[in-house]
Nanobody, 124 residues
Framework: QVQLVESGGGSVQTGGSLKLSCAAS????????MGWFRQAPPKEREFVAG????????YYGDSVKGRFTISTDNDKNTVYLQMNSLKPEDTAIYYC?????????????????WGKGTLVNVSS
């Protein structure tokens, strides 16, 4: 059974940094495409970043381009999200997601596995 467990969330001031981790188990991690999404109620869950199974291709949501970086460590079955220059509007629950496909996806319906999320709170 595939399990995704996020960690690294917390509270930070505007301009600060956080690094989220997502530890995966129960499957062949190196064959998955991974993504990060976030949700700040009552908004819908939105795409933040995605990375291909090889790590060669990455995609970012427009609101985080140039500030966030997604990466993977296949030896540790872990995907990371380095978040710099954080803004109050980045406050949300951040979710890790996985899909067994050759392509990175930017919509929630194309991901079959989800973590429970980790809260990021950015204060002004």
């Amino acid at each position: 059974q595939v399990q995704l467990v996020e960690s690294g969330g917390g509270s930070v001031q505007t301009g600060g940094s956080l690094k989220l981790s997502c530890a995966a188990s129960g499957g062949a991690f190196s064959t998955w495409n991974m993504g990060w999404f976030r949700q700040a109620p009552p908004k819908e869950r939105e795409f933040v970043a995605g990375i291909s199974r090889t790590g060669e291709t990455t995609y970012y949501g427009d609101s985080v381009k140039g500030r966030f970086t997604i990466s993977t460590d296949n030896d540790k079955n872990t995907v990371y999200l380095q978040m710099n220059s954080l803004k109050p509007e980045d406050t949300a629950i951040y979710y890790c997601a996985a899909r067994r496909s050759s392509n990175v996806a930017v919509t929630t319906d194309l991901y079959g596995y989800w973590g429970k999320g980790t809260l990021v709170n950015v204060s002004s």
